[in-house]
């Protein structure tokens, strides 16, 4: 499976960005969708996840601004989010998981990874 994120940028607090992954190889074995993101001085944190059957995870601190949403027939997964604030300012990765069903936002879950995508906001 390969991952490749896009819609990534810079935008003013309160903007809104669209970020996007398209999976291609053995799309069928996946079960989970997710995004996660990293700075240089934290650990990775997952934002969000969608499983096949569209079951939804947000973390704490992006519930009700952020919205993830996949299209089965592309393969490819969105994340939405709105209402940006400095802290969201990461790098995103765009995450697969062909191991598990249930799809918490632990990385380890997670065994295919995409280069990520830079965000950043600013004040």
């Known amino acids: 499976v390969q991952l490749v994120e896009s819609g990534g940028g810079s935008v003013q607090a309160g903007g809104s960005l669209r970020l996007s992954c398209t999976a291609s190889g053995p799309t069928h074995n996946i079960n989970c969708m997710a995004w996660f993101r990293q700075t240089p001085v934290k650990e990775r944190e997952g934002v969000a996840s969608?499983?096949?059957?569209?079951?939804?995870w947000y973390a704490d601190s992006v519930e009700g601004r952020f919205t993830i949403s996949q299209d089965n027939v592309q393969n490819t997964v969105d994340l939405q989010m709105n209402s940006l604030k400095p802290e969201d300012t990461a790098m995103y990765y765009c995450a697969a998981s062909t191991t598990h069903a249930i799809c918490r936002l632990s990385a380890q879950r997670y065994n295919y990874w995409g280069p990520g995508t830079q965000v950043t906001v600013s004040s």
């Open positions: 969608i499983s096949t059957g569209g079951s939804t």
